[in-house]
C-alpha cells in the first residue's frame, strides 16, 4: 500500500508560481509513473501533467503547457509540479496519483489527500 501526501498548495495572486511537492512511501512495482490531477468545484477531476520513473517522459494538459513543468527525483521518491503565470482558472484542489504514468484517472491507483491552490485575479 503506498502512501502518498502532497504539499506547496495556498493562495497566489494571477501571474505568480507555486510548486507541488508529492512525497510517495511505500512504493511499488506498480507504480510507475505518476500523475497531478485537479478539481474545480462543482467539476470533473481533470488531468493536469504527468511523468514517468524510469525515463522521465511527461504529458500535461493542454492549458497547462508552457507554464507548468513536472519533474521527478527518484532518489526521494518525490515529484512536484512547477506552476509559474499562474490564472485564476488554475484554481482547484490537486491531487498527486501513482500508477502507470498515463493520462487517464484509471490508470492510477493510490492517490493523496490533495492541496489547495487558489489564484486570486
Same mark, same amino acid.
Given at each position: 500500500q503506498e502512501h502518498l501526501v502532497e504539499s506547496g498548495g495556498g493562495l497566489v495572486q494571477a501571474g505568480g508560481s507555486l510548486r507541488l511537492s508529492c512525497v510517495v512511501s511505500?512504493? $511499488?512495482f506498480i507504480?510507475? #509513473?505518476m500523475g497531478w490531477f485537479r478539481q474545480a468545484p #462543482?467539476?470533473?477531476r481533470e488531468f493536469v501533467a504527468s511523468v514517468t520513473w524510469i525515463g522521465g517522459s511527461t504529458a500535461y494538459l493542454d492549458s497547462v503547457k508552457g507554464r507548468? $513543468?513536472?519533474s521527478r527525483d527518484n532518489a526521494k521518491n518525490t515529484v512536484y509540479l512547477?506552476?509559474?503565470n499562474l490564472k485564476p482558472e488554475d484554481t482547484a484542489v490537486y491531487y498527486c496519483a501513482a500508477g502507470t504514468g498515463g493520462t487517464a484517472r484509471v490508470q492510477y491507483i493510490y492517490? #493523496?489527500?490533495g492541496t489547495q491552490v487558489t489564484v486570486s485575479s
Amino acid at each position: 500500500q503506498e502512501h502518498l501526501v502532497e504539499s506547496g498548495g495556498g493562495l497566489v495572486q494571477a501571474g505568480g508560481s507555486l510548486r507541488l511537492s508529492c512525497v510517495v512511501s511505500g512504493r $511499488t512495482f506498480i507504480n510507475q #509513473g505518476m500523475g497531478w490531477f485537479r478539481q474545480a468545484p #462543482g467539476k470533473e477531476r481533470e488531468f493536469v501533467a504527468s511523468v514517468t520513473w524510469i525515463g522521465g517522459s511527461t504529458a500535461y494538459l493542454d492549458s497547462v503547457k508552457g507554464r507548468f $513543468t513536472i519533474s521527478r527525483d527518484n532518489a526521494k521518491n518525490t515529484v512536484y509540479l512547477q506552476m509559474t503565470n499562474l490564472k485564476p482558472e488554475d484554481t482547484a484542489v490537486y491531487y498527486c496519483a501513482a500508477g502507470t504514468g498515463g493520462t487517464a484517472r484509471v490508470q492510477y491507483i493510490y492517490w #493523496g489527500q490533495g492541496t489547495q491552490v487558489t489564484v486570486s485575479s
